[in-house]
């Protein structure tokens, strides 16, 4: 079992260009999630998505989009990618509908904006 | 979901136990607690779930008041490898699906 797989590992981008964060799961999870985390901080909430064509915005989702594409598969695009970007994003999801609040994570995008 | 409020770091010595209490003063009646173990490069790992009293598995404990307004996650024996940031999070079905983590508690095993 792969779990959650996020693509790619590294990446590096100029200010201004896009580029989107993959995440697949294989554990038929209904909800989804994306997060930052910069140095030292905790991880802060960018997009969820609930079940499968539902998505809602999290704690930081200024210049970001999301698209859940199906229930496996739920992306993140930066549009206009700034050095405030400069963050690693992890990917995770969980089964949501009985109490159980375990999320399982990717193991992450380190991306740096220059 | 419940604000929650823990240490930001904290040492220890290898064999020792370290104990991390997690405030949640306004939890609401359907909130399960959650502690989450994150190493560095890696994404958060869950480690824990408690609902209330003691909850108990192979890697920690859990101690839960019967005001459940804190919670105490407590790591028997550490060693090296158990230097991570560890996360308290509160919430549950009734919360919606928002995961939403505070900032940790820094934890340094020291041999």
């Known amino acids: 079992n792969a779990g959650v797989t996020q693509t790619p590992k590294f990446q590096v981008l100029k200010t201004g260009q896009s580029m989107t964060l993959q995440c697949a799961q294989d554990m038929n999870h209904n909800s989804m999630y994306w997060y930052r985390q910069d140095p030292g901080m905790g991880l802060r909430l960018i997009y969820y998505s609930a079940s499968e064509g539902t998505t809602d915005k999290g704690e930081v989702p200024n210049g970001y989009n999301v698209s859940r594409l199906n229930k496996r598969e739920f992306s993140l695009r930066l549009e206009s990618a700034a050095p405030s970007q400069t963050s690693v994003y992890f990917c995770?999801?969980?089964?949501?509908?009985?109490?159980?609040?375990?999320?399982?994570f990717g193991q992450g995008t380190r991306l740096t904006v220059v | 979901l419940a604000k929650t409020t823990q240490p930001i770091s904290m040492d220890s010595y290898e064999g020792q136990e370290v104990n991390i209490t997690c405030s949640h003063n306004n939890i609401a009646t359907n909130d399960y607690i959650t502690w989450y173990q994150q190493f560095p490069s890696q994404g958060p790992r869950f480690i824990i779930q408690g609902y209330k009293t003691k909850v108990t598995n192979e890697v920690a404990s859990l101690f839960i008041p019967a005001d459940r307004k804190s919670s105490t996650l407590s790591l028997p024996r550490v060693s090296l490898s158990d230097t991570a940031v560890y996360y308290c999070?509160?919430?549950?079905?009734?919360?919606?699906?928002?995961?939403?983590f505070g900032g940790g508690t820094r934890v340094l095993v020291k041999p």
């Open positions: 995770a999801s969980s089964e949501f509908g009985s109490l159980n609040t375990e999320a399982f």
């Open positions: 999070l509160v919430g549950g079905a009734a919360a919606g699906n928002k995961l939403t």
